[in-house]
Structures are given as C-alpha cells and as structure tokens.
C-alpha cells in the first residue's frame, strides 16, 4: 500500500506539473520540456555507460533545444538555426583527438540520444509555441490521450491479458490490454473532440489511434534500451515510477507521429 501511495504522489506532481504549466503560459511549459530533456539526457547516458561518464549527450542536447527554441519563439533568425550543424562537426572532432583508452560515446551514440530525445520534444516545444495558438488545447488533448492509453492498457492487461504481444522486449505487455487502450482513447478522443473545437470527428479517431500505436511503440523502444542496459528503470528521480525517461518514453514517439499528421490533414 505504501509503494502505491508513493506511486500515486509522484504520478500527481509530475501530471501537475505538465499541465499546471501549460495552463499557465507558454515559456513555464517551455521550461519543464527543457528540465525533461535535460534529465532524460543524463538518464540516457547513464543507461548506455555507468561506469565513464560523459556530459557530450547533455551539451549537444541542451545547445540544440535551445537553438531550436529560440528559433521556435522567433528570438533568433532562421539564419541562426545553422549554428546547429556545429554539433556533430565538434563530436567528429573530439573523436578524432580523444584518448582511446578512454571510453567515450560515438558520435553516432550522441546524434542518436538527440534524435531520440531532444527532437521529439522539440515537437512538443513547436506545438506549445504555434502560431495558430490553437495547438495549446492540442498538446493537452494529446497528453490525456497518451496518459488514457497507458492507463487502460495496464488495466485491461491486468484483469484480461493472456496473450504476449513482444515478450522478449516487453514480457508484461498482453494484446488484450493493447486493444483496450486503444479503444478507450478512441472513445476519450470523441469527448476531446468537442473541446478541442477544430479538425473533424474522424480525423480525432484516426488521431486516437496513431497516438496508440505511438505510444507502444515508444515504450517498446525504451524497454529495448533498458533490456540492453541490464537494468529496470532509467532513473530514481520519481519515487514509484523510476526515472522521467520511464515516464516520457510514449511521447518521444507519440508526438513526432503527431506533428507529421496534423501536418498532413491541416494541407
């Protein structure tokens, strides 16, 4: 009961904080993603090298969100933007005059924890700071859909699941209660509808279903990592829950999905 009770608080302070920010206003929400990024960084290099650290992922993660961002909350010029391309021209350099004996991550290893983290969330950045305002109402909308999926998922997984879905990545995670999270977000996604205000009531369901399909595909991929790394969790800095990697991994690949489809049905 104890382990619940601290699964819960933690839960609540990391759902309010998200959206305690972004009912404030744009930069707190900003300001949260960009504490995510950061943490989850750290986390994932933690998850690829416990015993060399190395902050190459954190700088090149943290110079890029905030490029971006600059860029996003039309602080910098386009033009600014190229400054980004010093990333990977400074990681091939370090490579070429870093000790050997030392281990160090690749450049392909940072470039992919960038990829992997800091552009999904830049996404999320993106939405927060559109110009169509209306992509406010989105994010929230998008997080409940997210959070829904997850929850019914476990849910019908515990009273119905039999039937592993990828059990040598995942070994909890049943179809059962993958087709209960997707039609739970399916039905949350009719009420959105109506509080959102714009895009049509098929286009809601077709979203709904990407962002199921999004999420478990980015749990899977954490979980791979995870697998590889030999460990549970990615971190210990929510109680019950694990590291904020554990919590955001859905939405790494939720909202990239997210952003090409609204993308594509807004032509």
């Known amino acids: 009961m104890k382990n619940i009770t601290i699964r819960a608080i933690s839960g609540a302070v990391y759902i309010g904080l998200i959206i305690g920010s972004?009912?404030?206003?744009?930069?707190?929400?900003a300001a949260v993603i960009f504490l995510f990024n950061t943490i989850s960084l750290v986390e994932y290099q933690n998850l690829n090298s416990n015993k060399h650290k190395d902050f190459s992922p954190l700088v090149s993660g943290t110079f890029l969100f905030l490029i971006a961002h600059l860029y996003v909350e039309e602080i910098m010029p386009f033009k600014g933007t190229v400054l980004i391309l010093l990333i990977p021209l400074i990681l091939l350099v370090r490579d070429l005059f870093s000790n050997p004996?030392?281990?160090?991550?690749?450049?392909?290893?940072?470039?992919?924890?960038?990829?992997?983290?800091?552009?999904?969330?830049l996404t999320l950045d993106y939405l927060?700071?559109?110009?169509?305002?209306?992509?406010?109402r989105m994010v929230v909308a998008i997080f409940i859909l997210v959070w829904s999926n997850d929850t019914f998922a476990f849910l019908s997984g515990k009273v119905l699941g039999k039937h592993k879905i990828f059990e040598r990545i995942s070994p909890k995670k049943t179809w059962e209660g993958t087709i209960g999270g997707i039609f739970t977000t399916i039905a949350i996604a009719w009420l959105l509808f109506r509080w959102v205000g714009f895009y049509s009531l098929p286009a809601w369901l077709i979203l709904a279903f990407l962002v199921s399909v999004s999420a478990i595909i980015g749990d899977f991929i954490e979980s791979m990592l995870k697998r590889n790394a030999g460990v549970k969790d990615s971190g210990k800095i929510m109680p019950g829950h694990g590291g904020i990697l554990d919590r955001i991994d859905s939405l790494l690949f939720v909202f990239p999905v997210v952003l090409i489809?609204?993308?594509i049905i807004s032509i």
Not at 112 to 119: A, C, E, K, P, Q
Not at 128 to 136: G, H, K, L
Request: proline share 5%; net charge positive; glycine share 0%.
């Open 101 to 121: 004996d030392k281990q160090k991550p690749s450049t392909s290893h940072v470039l992919f924890s960038l990829f992997y983290i800091t552009v999904p969330l």
């Open 128 to 136: 927060n700071f559109s110009a169509a305002n209306q992509y406010s």
């Open 261 to 263: 489809y609204i993308q």
């Open 22 to 29: 972004l009912l404030y206003n744009k930069s707190a929400f």
